[in-house]
């Protein structure tokens, strides 16, 4: 079974400043990871995945994420956060075994202030 | 443009009806699946598909049903049996295999007064 942890459910930043958003997961296997972005009302988008290789993985909107497996952690940076960005971020994770069900953390709550 | 499209996004309903939310995708992808999103609980899935006239449980599906007659088409029914019906409903749809990304609808609000 897997299980992902999302640290914060809420990351107030100003507007230039850097942020990091926190997701860590549980798995017995290998995993393939995805971080989703929802603005309000809205379905959700995908910022972007890792599937294997670089463990480094950049996505749209200037975003980009690590990930580590010695501590399991899959964590959402961007070095200058605009007010547009200000959405509820979802991290998560499926296996071979789940194929293409995911299992999401809590979500975050990104806030931008001017 | 090939999409999930959810209808309607707001719906009311009065307690003990049941209701059924529509979701059409023409990405013609295979799997399809319905979460439940509240507050602070991220997405919970439902009810998943991965063929047509084929469906499983997911982790919350008591108080609700599903039909997959057609491969573009996967409605979900709130029945009077769900016990707290109130909240967002997302549809998504994937190629089935692993390592494969969901692509979401907008969702429906369920509103059950």
């Known amino acids: 079974a897997q299980s992902v942890t999302q640290l914060d459910s809420q990351v107030p930043v100003f507007e230039e400043a850097p942020v990091e958003l926190r997701c860590n997961y549980s798995?017995?296997?290998?995993?393939?990871l995805f971080w989703y972005v929802q603005y309000p009302n809205q379905g959700l988008q995908l910022l972007l995945k890792y599937l294997s290789g670089s463990t480094l993985v950049k996505g749209i909107n200037g975003f980009e994420a690590e990930f580590n497996k010695s501590q399991t952690s899959f964590h959402l940076r961007k070095p200058s956060v605009h007010i547009s960005d200000t959405a509820e971020y979802f991290c998560?994770?499926?296996?071979?075994?789940?194929?293409?069900?995911?299992?999401f953390g809590e979500g975050t709550q990104l806030t931008v202030n001017p | 443009d090939g999409g999930i499209t959810q209808s309607p996004k707001y719906l009311f309903r009065k307690e003990g009806q049941n209701v059924t939310l529509s979701c059409e995708q023409n990405?013609?992808?295979?799997?399809m699946y319905w979460y439940r999103q509240d507050p602070g609980q991220g997405l919970r899935l439902i009810y998943y598909s991965q063929i047509v006239n084929d469906f499983q449980k997911g982790d919350i599906a008591e108080g609700y049903s599903v039909s997959r007659e057609k491969k573009e088409s996967f409605p979900l029914t709130v029945t009077s049996a769900q016990k707290n019906p109130t909240a967002f409903y997302l549809c998504a749809s994937s190629r089935t295999g692993d390592s494969t990304e969901a692509f979401f609808g907008q969702g429906t609000r369920l509103t059950v007064v």
């Open positions: 998560a994770v499926s296996d071979r075994y789940s194929g293409s069900r995911l299992t």
């Open positions: 798995s017995s296997v290998s995993v393939y």
């Open positions: 990405l013609n992808h295979d799997a």
